[in-house]
């Protein structure tokens, strides 16, 4: 079976592939998992559990690309790392994730291994999982790794735009012109490679667009947590605390 594979975009830009199920679900096997630990409001409009996602073989081969890492993470790794090794990987790129997430730290960890040995191969990542990353990632980066914090997660607040690599999910393009920031739309490398911070012009879902209400995903999940600690103290929530991103200028 080849583990990373092309869809039409990516193949476009000469990237490889490597997918999990998107967010939370079970296993045939009837064991839950969740594969995006940190998503927050991001879930409620994913592109990734949308279409094609949803189609069975495709969510079959994803969720069975998580139960492989979950139940035999060493053998997962000595078969990608056999595949890497292929000369087509030498200066390619790989997307790790077009869905899901570094679900857990052995699994972030197996994937810096599997950088460090294959240094002719670009990899690179969004992800929410940041205390996962300060801890195992950024104090030695695998020097062929970019990643950028996506917001829309539970640990946006941790985030610091005039430090990190950060990128939101906007409305539209004018939006992200109109806040100054930089459209990753022509190329999706633009993300870790490009200037920050960085725009991500949302998906043309009819019902996923209509959730986010022409509002970014960082300030639908810091309205989200406002309202959340407002609850928890009986006050009325104020202006989104946590929205690091409101300024323009400043860094999905
Ligand atoms: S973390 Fe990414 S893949 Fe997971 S639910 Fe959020 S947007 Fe989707």
Redesign the pocket.
Known sequence: MTLLRQNRELKRLGIWNWS?P??AGKLPDGRNYN??P???I??Q?????NGTYLFPQVKARHQENLRWTMDDLPGWQHTMLDELSHKRFIDAWVRI?????FYSRAYLTAWLEIMRARQRTRFYA???EVAAFRDLVEPNPPRNFWWVY?Y??TQDSTLDPTVDRVADVFPDEQSITAAGWHSQEESDLLAVLGPTPVGIPANNIAHFKARQAGRRWSRWQAGVEAARAARRTGTQPTTAAGDRSGASGDP?
């Open positions: 999990l998107a967010f594969a995006c940190s998503a927050g991001c879930a409009a994913c592109y990734a559990r994730h077009d869905s899901g997430d969004y992800t929410k996506s829309g997660g999905r």
